[in-house]
Structures are given as C-alpha cells and as structure tokens.
C-alpha cells in the first residue's frame, strides 16, 4: 500500500487573482465601516476641546497633553496589532480594535478631570492605532492588482468623512446636547461595525496562504531588517506627511476659535470644507495613482495640501480680504490629504506578506507616535511666534515629503506576493 501523500497548499486562484466582484467590494466597505468611526473617534477630542477644556478648568497645555496622549498610544496599539494581525489573522484584529475605540470613546464622557480624560482617551488612541494596519492589509492583498490604489483609497476616505462628522458633532450636536452626552453617543457605531465584521468579512487568502505555506505561527521580524533600507525611507517619507497632517489638524478647530475669533459653527464651517475637499482628494487619489503611477500622485497632492495650508495660517490677514479666499484654501489643503490614499498601497506593495501587517502598524502608527509632542510644541511655538505660523509649518513639512517620495520605486500594477 502506498504512502498516503501531504496535502499541497491549495492552489484555488487567490481573491486578489479574480475579477472584481462582490467579495471585493463587502471587504472595501466592511473595512470603510472600520476605519471612519477610528478616525471619528481620534479626532472628536479636537472639536470638543473648547467645551471640555472650559468646564473641567484645562490650560492650553493640559488640552494638548491629552490630545498628545492619544496619538502617543497609537503608536503602542499599532506595534501592538499590527505584530498581532501577523501571527493571528487581519479579521480579529480588524474586530478587537473596533470595540477598544469604541469603548474609549464612549468612557471619555465621563471624565471629570484630566487624568481621567488621559485615561479614556489612551483607550482610544490605542484602539485607532491598532485598526488601519489589518484593515488596509486584508485590502492590498484581497482585490486585484489594477484596482489597489482606488480600493485603498476609498477605504480611506473615511478619514476625512470622520472629520467631517466630528466636525458636525463638535458645530451642532455638543451644542444642543453637550460634550459629555456627543461622547458616550459617539461610542455606539462601533457595535454595529463589530458585528458586521465578525458576520461578514471574510479573512484573507494571501495571509492563509503565506502563513500555511512559511510554516510558522510567529513574525519573522529579521525579515523587517532585510528590507530595512525600503523600510527606513518609507518611515521618513509617511513621518513627514503625518507631521503635516497633525500640525495642520490637530489645533485647527481651536485655532479658529480661540485665535481667529470664530464662533464654533464657523469653524465648522470651514473645516466642513476642508473634509470635502479631503473626501474628493482620497476618492480620486486612487485612480490617479492607478493611472499615472504612485510618485506622481503623490507629490502633486502633497504639493496641493502645502499649497492651501498657508492662507488659513500664516497668510490670513491678507487671504481674509480676499472673499473666499480662506475657504478654497481649506478646501485645497483637504483635497491635498488625499495623499495619504496612497500611503497603505505603496507600503504594501514595498515589503513580503509576513512582515506586511507588522510594517503597516509599526511605519504609521510610530510616526503618527511622535505626535504626541506635536500639539504641545505648537502650543508652546504659538504663545512665542502665533499660531498661525506655527501651522503653517505643516505646508513645510508636506513639501518635503512630497518631493522625497521620489526616492521610492514606482510599483503600479505589481502583484501583492512580488516581495514574498
């Protein structure tokens, strides 16, 4: 009788193999669900520090410390998951931090004080941190190769659609109900997004594949090393567009306010415009970058967010003599952020499936780390220089990483597994 032979890997077509259909499609919107309400979450603290900071008697430095600790902790809670969504699976790491930021958000509307607040807000920035890494791996290697860049983008879009609805909630419902009340609220989304992640989505072939086939349970983190020069310059390059993107957000809404003389429903208004302009930068990132290539969309919507960065900010006096002027800025600067459409694709298409979700978590979410100094070094810059140009920074910043993506290899239309 002859041996009974091992099974072979199945050989089925992968799902990023096949022709778009709706498979596809629930992942990209299952992985949207995901990732507005994270971003949701992260920013809400931004539209209600006027209210919060008044009533539990907050310095601008106390506000930004606990501004600052939540992106601090996503920095923890992307290393964290992203390890984590290599050894486990992209699915339950998407459905765990789902429930922490939804938890932390709604905990948040029970703070009395500022270590509470710390606290819950921790919660929070570390289940953020933790969501984008498995969300946007499951994409890059679940839908086909021509359709990545768009895919990736429109789940991003729900950044700047998280903004926008923080922004509604900071203009109009904190007013009508209260900061306290719009937090706890706030916190209910995640338990739909829960369970229609757990009933839905399904996990990806890529990583089964990978992991089945490498014969390990664990993360080669040697792997990370011998790519440690495509893995250093991507940190720098996403470095530079993070320390654009919260130099301009993060102080913003209190900016306009504080500094501007803005009532709260204008500053809405115009941070509305700017989440518009953001929403139409990631949808059409994708197919630009599909289209033309990763660097050149890249760089001309870095350029873009630089660009109408300055009128809001160092320029203002002489933009708000201009009718308008200062909303097409915002709007501008919106569209701009788009760039990050492009952020997760390139990351993946640059280093192998088994350090994929690891590289993800640990290249955003470290950047977006060092974040924690950013709100309390703009408080500490605008009391001696104006906050205006202290964010203006952001335009610097922006420009430099649009430029250094140059450096990078151009890798439109490679397959997913080309580094395994």
């Known amino acids: 009788m002859e041996p009974v032979a091992k099974r072979a890997p199945s050989r089925d077509p992968l799902m990023n193999q096949r022709a778009a259909g709706p498979i596809h499609l629930r992942i990209v919107a299952l992985a ?39 992106l601090l902790m996503t920095a923890i809670g992307g290393v964290t998951f ?13 459905a765990a931090t789902v429930a922490i930021y939804g938890v932390g958000t709604a905990l948040c509307g029970f703070s009395h004080n500022l270590t509470q607040l710390i606290v819950f807000r921790s919660i929070t920035g570390l289940g953020m941190g933790g969501g984008w890494a498995p969300g946007q791996s499951l ?33 109009y419902v904190a007013p009508a109900l209260g900061w306290r009340l719009t ?21 990806s072939d890529v990583w089964r594949r990978t992991r089945t ?17 495509i893995f250093a310059m991507l940190f720098v390059i996403v470095l530079l567009n993070s320390e654009a993107y919260w130099f301009t957000y993060t102080w913003m809404p209190g900016y306009l306010e504080l500094k501007r003389g803005l009532t709260a429903v204008a500053a809405s208004h115009l941070l509305i415009k700017m989440q518009i302009g953001g929403v139409l930068g990631y949808l059409t990132f994708g197919r630009v970058a ?23 900010t160092i320029l203002w006096n002489a933009a708000a003599a201009v009718p308008g002027l200062i909303s097409i800025a915002m709007f501008t600067a919106g569209f701009g ?8 694709p390139m990351i993946a298409e640059m280093l192998p499936t088994r350090i994929r979700n690891t590289s993800l978590g640990l290249i955003l979410n470290v950047t977006r780390g060092f974040q924690f100094f950013t709100p309390i070094l703009i408080a500490m810059m605008g009391a001696r220089v104006g906050f205006g140009a202290t964010l203006s920074l952001g335009a610097l910043f922006s420009t430099m990483g649009a430029l250094l993506v140059w ?12 580094m395994d």
Do not use: N
């Open 32 to 70: 949207f669900a995901a990732w507005i309400f994270d971003f949701y979450d992260l920013v809400l603290y931004s539209f209600l520090l006027v209210p919060v900071a008044r009533e539990l008697h907050l310095t601008a430095e106390q506000s930004s410390i606990a501004l600052g600790m939540s």
């Open 82 to 94: 992203g390890v984590l969504g290599d050894r486990f699976g992209r699915k339950p790491m998407i």
């Open 139 to 171: 994409v890059a290697e679940c839908v086909p190769a021509e359709r990545r860049a768009r895919y990736a983008g429109y789940v991003q879009t729900g950044a700047p659609l998280g903004v926008l609805l923080a922004a509604a909630a900071g203009g």
């Open 183 to 203: 937090f706890m609220l706030s916190g209910v989304p995640a338990l739909f997004v829960l369970a229609a992640v757990m009933k839905w989505m399904p996990e």
């Open 213 to 229: 086939e490498a014969g390990t349970r664990g993360v080669d983190l040697r792997a990370i090393l011998e790519h440690r020069r």
């Open 290 to 312: 599909d289209g033309y290539g990763r660097r050149p969309a890249f760089c001309a919507y870095g350029l873009l967010m630089a660009a109408g960065t300055l009128p809001p």
């Open 337 to 344: 952020t788009g760039i990050w459409a492009g952020i997760a």
């Open 407 to 418: 450096i990078l290899p151009e890798t439109r239309g490679r397959s997913i597994t080309a």
